[in-house]
């Protein structure tokens, strides 16, 4: 493994150690690392020739997280309101164009990039706020992670057969079952913060193993169908905020909705 990437996942742990305990600079530190992910997609899709809205979405991008932060709520489960009046306004500034072509891709790939990231990843402020939240987001985190690792670890070192070489040439089947197996051990690992039965356990790893390589495939679509490597560079040896925080974006509202709907947590 590259010395830059150890070092730089290492600053990142620390990072999460510091500012996971307290409620407030984690719902902080999230919404920034979602700016970061939005900023860059916006980035790689104006590298595509896509005119996106990318400040519109920037600000809208960081309402949503802010609005979990400060408990800002106009109606239950308003965040779907406030898509829709988004999508409308959105539409009120296609008529300030000049011109009407790409007026479709211009406002779905900004919807999208506003639900794909902003509210996907906003779920980990969610996870945070919940009763217990700190063991269930150091929980998510931990079998989210390890599953990056054990993927990246397996695949380098026993991968043969190509997974997906369409979409991600260097991934492995070795490495995908690696993952998911790193992933079930940290959800038994994490069984003192959860208390939850074994059965339960095995499910959320499962799930969160799956779903973490499925956020990991899905951007390197994404990042293929533009035409770059990395999301961004600002961290040496793992890219940018969005090839950071991929493997989390389906893994968060999964582990929510179980925690909220299965669990009535």
């Not at 407030?24 to 104006?46: D, K």
């Not at 790939?109 to 919940?130: C, E, M, P, V």
């Amino acid at each position: 493994m590259p010395i830059n990437r150890i070092v730089t996942s290492l600053i990142l742990i620390l990072v999460v150690v510091v500012v996971i305990f307290s409620d407030m600079l984690s719902g902080l530190v999230i919404t920034a690392l979602i700016m970061g992910c939005l900023y860059e997609f916006f980035r790689m899709l104006e590298h595509k020739g896509i005119s996106v809205y990318k400040y519109f979405g920037l600000i809208i991008g960081a309402i949503v997280p802010l609005s979990i932060i400060f408990r800002f709520e106009l109606t239950k489960g308003w965040e779907f309101l406030f898509m829709v009046l988004a999508f409308l306004f959105l539409i009120l500034m296609q008529f300030k164009r000049r011109k009407s072509s790409g007026a479709i891709t211009d406002i779905s790939t900004t919807i999208f990039a506003i639900l794909y990231i902003s509210w996907f990843l906003s779920f980990l402020i969610k996870i945070r706020y919940l009763p217990n939240g700190l063991a269930l987001l150091a929980s998510l985190l931990l079998m989210t992670k390890l599953g990056d690792i054990g993927a990246y670890l397996i695949g380098m070192r026993f991968g043969k057969t190509p997974l997906m070489p369409r979409i991600s040439p260097k991934k492995s089947v070795e490495g995908a079952v690696g993952g998911l197996l790193f992933s079930i051990a940290g959800a038994l690992v994490s069984q003192p913060l959860l208390h939850l039965t074994s059965g339960h356990l095995a499910i959320i790893g499962v799930a969160t193993g799956g779903l973490a390589q499925l956020g990991d495939l899905s951007e390197s679509l994404m990042k293929r169908d533009c035409q770059v490597k990395d999301s961004g560079k600002i961290f040496p040896g793992l890219g940018g905020f969005l090839d950071v925080m991929d493997s989390l974006l389906f893994t968060a509202p999964t582990f929510y909705f179980y925690m909220n709907i299965v669990l009535k947590i």
